[in-house]
């Protein structure tokens, strides 16, 4: 079972320029989520999805979008990248409200110079 | 001020220590309680969850909460290798996982 799905695993990017990061499931959660780790700040919520068509901004939403068109993907866009966003990305995804786990991707480490 | 706290470690203990990981929170509207297990370089993954106050043990580990303190603990009994990981603390005011905080994580190392 591939679960969530992560590409790509590893990025360098120059600052400046635009980066879509792509997550996609096969557990037709309705609800998902785009998380940041920084060391010593923890996950951090940056954008999450109730339903496919819906989305609404987490805790950091600055300089990141979301789309969510159908139940399966939600993909993340940094419309003009800088330093600050290095970090490790991670999708997860939910059933939704009634289910408090979260599963989460592999992770997507961005690096922006 | 965070509204979880959690013991920042890292912790080393031998193979077969017992391990107490905690955090502490101060949102009184929190009811549900999760830990994660994250192994390097991969993502975390649900290792207990709690509702409410209480105990509740699944093999060698024990999950605590103590609402009236405001503080949890994750036991891990006979401490194995294969547990050397970094250990989220997360909770949430309802049955919704996108309302989640996590703690920044104890990142625990066993060693044979």
């Known amino acids: 079972t591939a679960g969530i799905t992560q590409a790509p695993t590893s990025q360098i990017l120059a600052a400046g320029r635009s980066m879509t990061l792509r997550c996609t499931q096969d557990m037709r959660h309705n609800a998902m989520y785009w998380y940041r780790q920084d060391l010593g700040l923890g996950l951090r919520l940056i954008h999450y999805s109730n339903t496919a068509g819906t989305t609404g901004k987490g805790e950091v939403p600055d300089g990141y979008s979301v789309s969510r068109a159908n139940t399966d993907d939600f993909p993340l866009t940094l419309a003009s990248a800088v330093p600050s966003q290095t970090s490790v990305y991670f999708c997860?995804?939910?059933?939704?409200?009634?289910?408090?786990?979260?599963?989460f991707g592999q992770g997507t480490r961005l690096t922006v110079v | 001020q965070k509204e979880v706290e959690q013991d920042p470690g890292p912790l080393s203990v031998p193979e077969g220590a017992i391990v107490s990981l905690n955090c502490t929170y101060s949102?009184?509207?929190?009811?549900?309680f999760m830990w994660y297990r994250q192994y390097s370089r991969k993502g975390p993954e649900l290792l207990m969850y709690t509702y409410s106050s209480g105990n509740k043990e699944d093999g060698r580990f024990t999950a605590q909460v103590d609402k009236s303190s405001k503080y949890i603990s994750l036991f891990i009994r006979d401490s194995q290798p294969s547990d050397s990981a970094t250990y989220l603390c997360?909770?949430?005011?309802?049955?919704?996982?996108?309302?989640?905080?996590f703690g920044d994580g104890t990142t625990l190392t066993v060693k044979p």
């Open positions: 949102n009184s509207a929190f009811q549900y």
């Open positions: 997860a995804s939910s059933m939704g409200q009634g289910n408090t786990e979260a599963f």
């Open positions: 997360a909770m949430t005011p309802d049955t919704n996982a996108g309302k989640s905080t």
